[in-house]
């Protein structure tokens, strides 16, 4: 089982990214994808969730109208679009696998490697 996450970057404040989680190992439709981030000096953040079983997404308050979670089942591959962002996004994105969706890191695992975005001013 692996999920990797990429697509980070260095992005001026507004701009817009997309990251990605790579997943192997295991069948994506039967699981949840979570996004995490970790900002320098914080604990993880749990900031939205897939659930591939019926495709539904939630993110949580300090993102949403900016953020959004979408597949590529036969990609195997979930994205994070991140839009309009702020310095105060900048942090590691990590993913992760689930049975449910939550915003708390325990309910996860494995995890991909993360990836940095930094957003500037």
């Known amino acids: 089982v692996q999920l990797q996450a990429s697509g980070g970057g260095l992005v001026q404040s507004g701009s817009s990214l997309r990251l990605s989680c790579t997943t192997s190992?295991?069948?994506?439709?039967?699981?949840?994808i979570g996004w995490f981030r970790q900002a320098p000096g914080k604990e993880r953040e749990g900031i939205g969730c897939i659930n591939n079983r019926d495709g539904r997404t939630s993110v949580s308050d300090s993102v949403k109208g900016r953020f959004a979670i979408s597949r590529d089942n036969a990609k195997n591959t979930v994205y994070l679009q991140m839009n309009s962002l702020k310095p105060e996004d900048t942090a590691v994105y990590y993913c992760?696998?689930?049975?449910?969706?939550?915003?708390?890191?325990?309910?996860?695992?494995?995890w991909g490697q993360g990836t940095l975005v930094t957003v500037s001013s």
């Open positions: 992760g696998r689930g049975n449910f969706c939550s915003y708390n890191g325990p309910d996860f695992g494995p």
């Open positions: 190992g295991f069948t994506l439709d039967y699981y949840v």
